[in-house]
């Protein structure tokens, strides 16, 4: 069974930074592109980085370009999200995505429940 | 980037009913066009892919159509486990881009 298991969310003043994690297991983590996606209280979905299976290739949306840096150890099955210079409008929950294959490539095909960053003063 | 506007934002309907959903792009993205699940403490579900493709494991009531701006997602005879949201997802550019999201009641 594929699971996607996402940890380190949590309370943090704007400007300061987090690091989110992704515990993959159920398939062979280093074959998968990866990706994180975010959805504000009540509000809909939004790309936040796609990252290919061996890390030569990753894919930013504009809006935390620069801050956020995406990474993943293929021998520890993880994909991780350090971000940095956190703002009010980063408050979400954050979804680790696992990418389909062939047809199904550029699709979220599974989907973890998620952790909730919250950037307040 | 690519702007994916669902309708209707809301709909209401009861067990039985055929309900479709329609998303549009602000330019074309092919086929390149997913539709997802959301409930509440369940983990999204990919229901199509590719436009029109049921995913594995999705009941046979989802289907969908579309190519290029234009994109529906229908489910034939509604269930009490389909209130739900809905989004569409484009891939044809990235950033990949959601739709809204529409909230699926029971009337």
Known sequence: ?121 | DIQMTQSPSSVSASVGDRVTITCRASQGVDTWLAWYQQRPGRPLQLLIYAASTLQTGVPSRFSGSGSGTHFTLTISSLQPEDFATYYCQQAGDYPYTFGQGTRLEIK
């Open chain 1, 1 to 121: 069974e594929v699971q996607l298991v996402e940890s380190g969310g949590g309370l943090v003043q704007p400007g300061g930074s987090l690091r989110l994690s992704c515990a993959a297991s159920g398939f062979t983590f280093s074959t998968r592109w990866m990706s994180w996606v975010r959805q504000a209280p009540g509000k809909g979905l939004e790309w936040v980085v796609n990252m290919k299976y061996d890390g030569s290739d990753i894919g930013y949306v504009d809006s935390v370009r620069g801050r956020f840096t995406v990474s993943r150890d293929n021998a520890r099955n993880s994909l991780y999200l350090q971000m940095n210079s956190l703002r009010v409008e980063d408050t979400a929950v954050y979804y680790c995505v696992r990418m389909g294959s062939l047809d199904l490539r550029r699709t979220g095909d599974q989907w973890g429940l998620g952790t909730l960053v919250t950037v307040t003063s």
